[in-house]
Every structure is written in structure tokens, then in C-alpha cells.
């Protein structure tokens, strides 16, 4: 099983985490800050970093900075119990492979774990960053998205809201979106959705 390496200020949740993947056979180290898993970093073999987002001393965005200098090729999956949008993104602009909310769900974390161990950071962008849906009706959008997004990220497109729920229903989803121009369905849409994909993140593109 890999050496992780939790970075994760709550002490209690930097605990679960860590006890339930001993528990799987993994080693695990534990840093509260990104100055902390640095020092971890130096001394120890890590092959999978599980990062907070927010955290005094030295966040989780700034902690990939310094990775994507020093340590390009060390998987990293975000945790996070706030869905923000914009740090998300610019942790995955940073060299990021997943996001999963939190309260994580430790069979799923520990599913993602070991896929990334075992695959090469192309194919990890491929299996554990998507399977992306996007709920639209506008084509443009939908190519738009395609150009902008990494290639190996797999998009399967929905053009109704039954055929979104069906969706949601069928597979496990790691970034949704729904549009704004959707139907008249949309905030209906994405609640449905997010019953279904407890884990991903819904991009909801509309006024809530």
C-alpha cells in the first residue's frame, strides 16, 4: 500500500483519517500545516499527499506551489469541507489530481489512494479527476468546455433532466456542472444530482 502523507490542521479529522487508512495497510505520516508536511517530506518516502485546503502557517494552495518546484511528480488530492469554487480551481491550476468533499467517504478515498499509486499522473487525471457531466443545452458550451479542459478528462454531456438524474444515477461523477441556461429545470436538476453524487462537486451555474 503507498506512504500518505495527511496535511490536515483539524486534529480530530487529521486522526480519523489516518487511524482508518492504517487500518487499510497504509503508512501514514501527519502534518497540521504545509511547513510541517515539508519537514515531513525531507526526512520521508511519500508517494500520495492528502491536503487541506485551508490551514494557518502555510495553506494548501501555497504548499502546491512549492511542490510544483520542488516535487512535481507526488500525487495530490484535495479535501476540503468548503466548497470554494475559486481556491479549488487554483489548486488544481497547481498541479492538484482530485477534490473530495468533506465528510470523505474513507472507502472512496481509500479506491482513489490506491488507483493513483498504481497509475502514471496522466492516467490519475483521467480516472480520479473526472468522469466530468455537463447538464446543457448549449452546444457551443459544451465545445468550449472540451477545448479548455485537459484531454485525458472524460466529459459525458446531458441534454435533459432525465437524462441527467439517469446519469447521476448510473455513474460516479467527480465535477458536475449545470448550466444556467438549462431548461427550466436547473436548481431541480442539481438537487437531484447531488443525491445521487454525494461526493462529487456541482458546479451550479445559476442563482440559488
Not at 56 to 65: R, Y
Amino acid at each position: 500500500m503507498p506512504n500518505v502523507l495527511t496535511v490536515e490542521d483539524n486534529p480530530t479529522t487529521r486522526a480519523i483519517l489516518s487511524s482508518a487508512l492504517r487500518d487499510r495497510g497504509h503508512e501514514v505520516f501527519e502534518a497540521e500545516h504545509g511547513k510541517a508536511a515539508l519537514d515531513i517530506l525531507a526526512e520521508n518516502e511519500v508517494e500520495i499527499i492528502l491536503l487541506d485546503i485551508h490551514m494557518p502557517v502555510m495553506d494548501g494552495p501555497e504548499l502546491l506551489s512549492e511542490l510544483k518546484r520542488s516535487r512535481p511528480e507526488l500525487p495530490v488530492v484535495l479535501l476540503s469541507g468548503k466548497r470554494d469554487i475559486n481556491r479549488i480551481k487554483a489548486c488544481m491550476d497547481l498541479g492538484a489530481l482530485q477534490y473530495l468533499h468533506k465528510p470523505v467517504d474513507i472507502n472512496v478515498l481509500h479506491e482513489v489512494i490506491t488507483d493513483i499509486a498504481g497509475a502514471g499522473n496522466t492516467e490519475a487525471v483521467s480516472a480520479h479527476w473526472g468522469t466530468m457531466m455537463l447538464v446543457s443545452t448549449d452546444e457551443a458550451a459544451s465545445t468550449k468546455l472540451r477545448e479548455l479542459l485537459p484531454q485525458p478528462i472524460k466529459i459525458e454531456f446531458a441534454t435533459s433532466m432525465r437524462t441527467a438524474t439517469e446519469a447521476s444515477a448510473r455513474h460516479r461523477f467527480r465535477t458536475i456542472i449545470v448550466d444556467d441556461e438549462f431548461e427550466s429545470g436547473a436548481p431541480e436538476t442539481a438537487a437531484l444530482v447531488r443525491e445521487n453524487q454525494a461526493e462529487a462537486i456541482v458546479f451550479a451555474l445559476y442563482s440559488e
